[in-house]
């Protein structure tokens, strides 16, 4: 039974990388997704933010009013609708209700209940 060198297994597993990071994009550090009510009192007017929508397969980016535009996206029970496809999503909070050490985090669902879409942080370019 032949072994392959060490040099063509590291060889590979160096192509591996490589290629992985080449496919890679930007990162998660690229956008903050905002999940927790905090995030979204940190928004000022004029900071940028993107709807990732899974229903229509798009991400606008919305410019923030004021602090209190910024605030409707996690309230309870409010409705967010998609620039592109014009549908309606509502605001939910998630979590454990009766735990006051884990945080609820928001998240937006569809008319079934799932979630369907997400917003997030655009950074500012330098």
Known sequence: M???PIRS???????GVLASL???GPGPQYWQTLRKPEEFKQLKAGDKIAYVCNQCQT??????DSPAHAMEHCKEGAEVTCPQCKKKVKVVTKGPPKNPSIERQISYVNEKGEPCLFVAKVPEKK
């Open 9 to 15: 297994l590291l060889a590979t597993a160096a192509l």
């Open 59 to 64: 991400v606008s980016e919305v410019t923030v």
């Open 22 to 24: 080449a496919y890679a």
């Open 2 to 4: 032949k072994t392959k």
